[in-house]
């Protein structure tokens, strides 16, 4: 069985190999853009899935591309992490679903929803980013 601290881990491991964007597992006080940011989602985890014991972790990845007023480079870069088009290779969505496992620490990975796309904040410091809601099925 992982615990929440691997689960996250491994989630951050897989978006940096499948992105190239550097990701911090837990929350910092202070992040330095461009950064992915693993927090817990709401609720954190749901109990009682199935009958052979599987839980449902919600994870959020918040996606911090700069403190700065976004350009246009800054939003396609952006853009380019939800993975709609043609070519989603480099996205969130596409870096899970290389291996929806995460290693083999989970049963499955999924991006549920993008969300919170422009001015976002992160303990009290305004960048440009979004929000990405992961849903991992854990034993």
Known sequence: ??????????????????????????????????????????????????????????????????????????????????GIGVNATGSIPTAIQEDPTLGGIVHFAEVMTASNYGRISYNGVGYFGCRFEVQIGAL
Do not use: H, W
């Open 1 to 82: 069985m992982a615990s929440l601290s691997d689960i996250r881990t491994a989630l951050g491991n897989r978006i940096a190999a499948g992105t190239g964007l550097r990701v911090l597992p837990e929350a910092r006080d202070i992040v330095n853009p461009p950064v992915a940011v693993i927090l817990p989602g709401q609720p954190v985890v749901v109990y009682g899935q199935t009958m052979d014991g599987t839980f449902t972790v919600n994870l959020r990845v918040l996606i911090v591309l700069s403190d700065a007023p976004p350009d246009e480079k800054v939003q396609r870069a952006l853009d380019a992490y939800l």
